[in-house]
């Protein structure tokens, strides 16, 4: 059709030039030619441009006088007028002659929707349709409130990243109408935990203690939720029964925030390190106590103002029992242990000793032995002739000043892992705090989800190796003694003869020129090599018999040499 107007056009040019240029008997046969040829050509043109579809401006269009200011009311944004808006796009159809408006169709379009209309492109990819999972949440304090918080601050990017919609749908707490942080919803507080634990896709647990986490999380498991905590007192406590519940559920168990607070420690263990062979696990788990030794180091404080400082800071707790005795240290040391050795090893397993006794002497002696006072949680991994098996201890422990634990400062955290294929690595960051452990719930939330939508789940427990706990006379370690001797010929020999019939070899030997014993007394400071604790032990009481030795001063652990 359009080839044939194009045909029809050209000879009613053609006819009316030869009218114009030869006015004789023709003319007449001419101009009936031209009406009938015009005729044709309107009726050819009408039909061509109600099939044409083009944008146009909509002002224009308007004050060609083709339409009305009503008619274009779309375009313009409704009222009867065209307002002042930005320059908008009209698809106008016109309609076959002889309709009363001619004009069939008026359709708002944007400027790219013009675009799109003239030269036509593939249609964009829909919106991908994410399924929903809710979300329930036990607890809300500290930690608590931030993972609500973030979920909800951030719900298109975890959305993103996990393939769903995260929904809260509750948050369990003891008391609902008890002051709360303002980005909890009220609406979401309920005081019925069991439906919260009972009633979700996965549910977070952030009570802490045995009971009732324990009961709970039973429960969800048993309702098919996948479950993530920072619980790690019922981990250490209770961990084979977890393992065992979401296995038999057939759904996910995370602890991220069970270790360390952001530092992903659990993952590099769990997963990261799955093909290699960790040999021992050092590290700095306790914020609490590592501020309070930082103070003492750095400022002269003794213990107790100290912990006094840590407590208004907000860093210990009214009640520090489990910091300062090192009992929160030790659970997170079960874990680590469990982990790196795929070994069950619970709290009882560990040997503990806390920080109450360091004194700023204690602090003084390091710093002259160019050593740094930490709180440690170790793992090792002994075999030789004489054990084979794993120990696991917390206990205050100097380390060397150019060791990259002794700058761990503050409330940071860090830890060591040495594997025979890696080598050493060192992961350090906040190992406390509301945002920063909300920082760990909520990879593991992304990993849950993602699990329930494209399949796969969280890696079971591993206990293969079923490696002994090797009990703690069998520890390797080195011990700094500090003693006051007779100041005397002979005295130092009859000492090294102590360790040399306790088999137990000495590193290095220093006089105290800081403090005044006397002139009968000399204050004397040795590190051994390493050797099991039990030889270290029975040395060191040695030392107590020997005649020589007016007293033994202190006894340290030292790791890191």
């Not at 040829?37 to 269009?61: K, Q, T």
Request: hydrophobic share 45%; net charge negative; with cysteine.
């Amino acid at each position: 059709m359009l080839v044939l107007w194009a045909l029809l056009t050209c000879v009613l040019v053609g006819v009316l030039l030869m009218v114009a240029i030869t006015p004789s008997l023709y003319t007449v046969i001419g101009v009936a030619l031209s009406l009938s040829a015009l005729g044709v050509w309107g009726l050819l043109s009408a039909r061509v441009l109600h099939n044409l579809r083009l944008p146009i401006s909509a002002r224009d269009f308007y004050r060609s006088g083709h339409v009305t200011s009503t008619d274009l009311s779309a375009c313009a944004g409704g009222g009867g007028g065209l307002s002042p808006r930005p320059p908008m796009l009209c698809r106008v159809t016109l309609a076959h002659p002889g309709e009363p408006a001619h004009i069939r169709e008026v359709v708002l379009l944007s400027q790219q929707a013009a675009q799109e209309t003239a030269q036509p492109t593939a249609p964009a990819a829909a919106r991908p349709q994410r399924p929903t999972l809710r979300v329930g949440v036990l607890g809300s304090g500290t930690v608590g409130s931030q993972v609500i918080r973030l979920l909800l601050e951030q719900a298109d990017d975890f959305a993103a990243r996990s393939g769903a919609r995260l929904e809260i749908t509750g948050v369990a707490v003891r008391d609902v109408d008890a002051p709360r942080d303002e980005a909890v919803p009220r609406e979401l507080l309920t005081d019925d935990a069991q439906a919260v634990a009972t009633s979700n896709d996965i549910v977070i647990e952030l009570i802490g203690g045995i009971e009732p986490a324990r009961t709970l999380i039973l429960a969800a498991f048993a309702s098919g939720a996948s479950v993530i905590t920072g619980n790690k007192a019922l981990i250490a406590a209770h961990g084979p029964e977890l393992y065992a519940a979401a296995a038999e559920a057939n759904t996910d168990f995370y602890y991220e925030a069970a270790v360390a607070g952001a530092i992903p420690v659990v993952y590099a263990l769990r997963e990261s390190m799955a093909g290699d062979r960790v040999t021992s696990v050092l590290g700095i788990v306790n914020g609490t106590t590592n501020y309070i030794l930082d103070e003492m180091s750095t400022k002269g404080l003794s213990f107790e103002e100290a912990l006094a400082a840590a407590q208004e800071l907000g860093y210990a707790e009214a009640d520090p029992t489990a910091d300062v005795d090192g009992l929160d240290a030790a659970a997170k040391a079960a874990i680590i242990a469990s982990l790196a050795f795929h070994t069950r090893v619970g709290m009882n397993d560990v040997e503990v000793e806390g920080i109450r006794s360091i004194t700023a002497d204690d602090i003084r002696e390091a710093h002259a032995s160019g050593c740094e006072l930490k709180l440690l949680a170790v793992a090792q991994r002994r075999e030789d002739e004489q054990a084979n098996g794993i120990s696991v201890r917390v206990h205050p422990a100097l380390v060397p000043a150019d060791h990259p634990l002794a700058s761990v400062h503050g409330g940071f955290n860090a830890v060591l892992v040495e594997a025979e294929a890696a080598g050493r690595l060192m992961f350090y960051g906040q190992g406390a705090g509301g945002t920063p452990t909300a920082s760990a719930v909520l990879s593991d939330v992304v990993a849950a989800a993602a699990h329930r939508v494209n399949g796969g789940q969280a890696p079971r427990e591993s206990s293969y190796a079923d490696l002994p706990i090797l009990p703690p006379e069998l520890a390797l370690t080195r011990y700094q003694v500090q003693l006051r001797v007779a100041d005397a010929p002979g005295s130092l020999a009859a000492v090294a003869q102590v360790f040399a019939d306790h088999d137990v070899s000495i590193n290095s030997v220093r006089q105290a020129s800081y403090v005044d014993v006397g002139d009968e007394l000399a204050l004397v400071t040795i590190v051994t090599h390493a050797a099991p604790v039990g030889r270290l032990e029975a040395a060191v009481e040695g030392l107590r018999a020997q005649e020589r030795v007016a007293e033994v001063v202190s006894t340290r652990r030292v790791e890191g040499l």
